[in-house]
């Protein structure tokens, strides 16, 4: 459960990107033990376009945006087939790895020159609150104890304590970690897969997180304990939940940024125990429009735009698909003898849905994994998107409001009117599946009677899902870009134009189909004569760009031929999407 810290890792090193041998049984034979934790390179800052690029620990510039990036990948427990502490990969040969935070040289530097300031404000009752039990775990910068309330509401109950030694807490850096870990238990709550926050303590020596206690053990010891492979069915259930409470925390505005199997706790041993999302001390608070730029996560789950150092909360969406794809074959996705290989694996390897078992996994299954762990990010379902895919259908899950609605609609009125007639067109492209999705998401909104929906239903709609996080990370501020919806209305016609990403529908495997159904509408509704100029003026693009867009121009009658709708669409810059700001 703890944070981790270490030396840098470089991905340009030499790493064993072959995908494992597979035995008999089908599942791929375990990697070595990785490596321990690799160093939390870079401090808590948030990226945007201008952002200046933050310093590492050491003290050195960490301002790439490559491959290359530094990672703190608290590397999991082995997955199926290899035994806890990697005795099969060490009886295999493998190197036994470091174990721990490795030091970063320097860490910690012009820092040791002033006293840290380690009072947080907690209550300083721990002792007369509570009588500690045993060690039920133990993390890099703590260990986790059953206690006993001695008094208050809760007298009588068995909780968790997460202890912090304030003795490893060296920098500025960690000391903010634990406070913001304890700000997003408070600030988050409510839901059923959430792990309850209690209280937090301090004395002089240590940091006391007191949360509800799961005794049904991790996720991952339930993957070994089955072999490593779950059914479809078995899988949606865990799935289902993951994908609940990850939505949760991403309409509140919160990144996990460390989803992997260590980090799901069953309330108990039943076989049908809900499941608790614990673990926050990596987490952070982010607006809807904000892309951070430290890296942070667990080597075999960290998503590419991760390592490119611009991310949001399709980070954590990734991490689900590996999770989903562990569930499903028992094996890793990305895999390599070092970080650097599994890093190298995540930015350039494909994952294997060739081998068994992958040929008897349903259609639907694998289409919802890669859907996943497309590493264009834009291209992901968000986590409320996924409980409508047809592979969970069958779940009837309630599906929560989803974040992206407010977002898409606050491009879409500010769209000029050819952008706007041409996502008009895609709408009336759609399918069912899609539909779907679009229609729960405006009968959340409550329309009026009319079919309508103006600003005050989203504004009621997001007030109503609101917990304190909200507030913190700004969600709410969403709103004012909504503003034009004040003086006019919206149909469920006019949502679906405003609330489709056309990035996640050219995921789809009928995607041609759909743009070219969407084409044919808008040559009858939408398609106008333009210029060179003008069609570079509608993507923001300058004139250096006037030779790429004129093919995007039929010459027979001037209007967008197919190529140039398709393009327009997707709004199109000369910059990389990988290292595009918002």
Sequence with gaps: MGQCHGRNISVSGDGDDRTPPHMANGAAPPPPPAAAAAAA?????????????????????????????????????????????GVAGEAAGAPKPKEGPIPEDGAGAGEAERPLDKAFGFAKNFGAKYELGKEV???HFGHTCSATVKKGDLKGQVVAVKIISKAKMTTAISIEDVRREVKILKALSGHTNLVKFHDACEDALNVYIVMELCEGGELLDRILARGGRYTEEDAKAIVV????????????????????????????????????????????FIRPDERLNDIVGSAYYVAPEVLHRSYSTEADIWSIGVITYILLCGSRPFWARTESGIFRSVLRADPNFDDSPWPSVSAEAKDFVKRFLNK????????????????????????PLDLLIYKLIKHYLRATPLKRAALRALSKA???????YLRLQFNLLEPNKDGHVSLENFRVALHRNSTPAMKESRVLDILNALE?????????????????????LEALENWEQIASTAFEYFEKEGNRVMSVEELAQELNLGPTAYSIVQDWIRKSDGKLNFLGYTKFLHGVTIRSSNTRHH
Aim: neutral net charge.
């Design 41 to 85: 390179a870079t401090p808590r800052r948030k990226g945007g376009a201008g952002a200046a690029p933050p310093a590492r620990r050491g003290g050195a510039v960490a301002g790439e945006v490559d491959a290359a990036a530094v990672l703190p990948a608290a590397v999991p427990a082995a997955v199926a087939g290899e035994a806890h502490q």
């Design 137 to 139: 775990g133990r993390g």
């Design 241 to 284: 939940q993951i994908l609940n409470v990850v939505a949760f925390c991403h309409l509140q505005g919160v990144v996990h940024r460390d989803l992997k199997p260590e980090n799901f706790l069953f309330t108990s041993r039943d076989e049908n125990a809900p499941m608790k999302l614990i673990d926050f001390g990596l987490s952070d």
């Design 484 to 504: 034009p919806l004040a003086y006019r209305r919206m149909d469920f016609e006019e949502f679906c134009a405003a609330a489709i990403s056309p990035y996640q």
């Design 430 to 436: 759609l399918t069912g599946n899609e539909l779907m």
């Design 376 to 399: 264009d990010y834009r291209k992901r379902m968000t986590a409320a998107q996924a409980l409508t895919h047809p592979w969970l259908r069958d779940q009837h899950q309630q599906v």
